[in-house]
């Protein structure tokens, strides 16, 4: 089993910001293959969804961005997945608008919700980041993060959220 896990917060009013890219992506793959997710469990919601015969479960975090990892350390523990089969989706500054960018492992890097997950389950889970760009010189990061996405930027996001939903798709699909 493969574990993909979204990072976001959970809130209505967070959808359609950078931060909730990760949320978005796990939407995508379940929309894509017919899965629905179920009530908050083990500080997540999940959907089980099959792709060429691979089970797949989507997680959305519900703990908030910051705390993301708790989350994941739970679902992984209960599994008793091996983080190989672990992939993290979020957002990225550091990457340009709709760049995406996947890695095996590593630190959690400037991203906080990343960090908290390598504070709870280490560096060997892969990740796959969906760039947003920098904020706005004189902004703020957290309201740039927490900010709509602007129109202008919407397309690029689109296509990266793409991008990173196939990328996705591969990575459940890697043979063990």
């Known amino acids: 089993m493969k574990l993909i896990f979204g990072l976001g917060n959970p809130e209505e009013k967070f959808d359609g910001t950078p931060h909730n890219l990760g949320f978005l992506v796990v939407d995508k793959l379940c929309e894509k293959f017919g899965g629905k997710f179920g009530k908050t469990k083990m ?4 959907a089980e969804i099959l792709i060429e015969n691979q089970k797949v479960l ?3 975090p519900q703990t908030y961005m910051n705390s ?6 739970k679902y992984m523990q209960k599994f008793k997945v091996n983080p190989k089969n672990v992939l993290i ?14 890695r095996e492992n590593g630190s959690g890097g400037s991203h906080n919700g990343m ?3 390598v504070l709870h389950v280490g560096e060997n889970v892969a990740r796959l980041r969906v760039g947003v760009g920098k904020p706005p010189e004189n902004w703020d990061l957290a309201d740039f993060v927490l900010a709509k ?3 202008e930027k919407k397309q690029k996001i689109e296509e990266g959220v793409a991008i990173a939903t ?10 063990d």
């Open 149 to 151: 996405i602007p129109p």
């Open 115 to 117: 960090k908290n997950v």
């Open 166 to 175: 196939q990328k996705a798709i591969d990575f459940a699909l890697k043979m």
């Open 43 to 46: 500080k997540g919601k999940s």
């Open 58 to 60: 989507l997680i959305k």
């Open 68 to 73: 993301s990892g708790e989350c994941v350390q």
């Open 89 to 102: 989706c979020f957002d990225d500054i550091d990457i340009d608008c709709g760049d995406v960018r996947f």
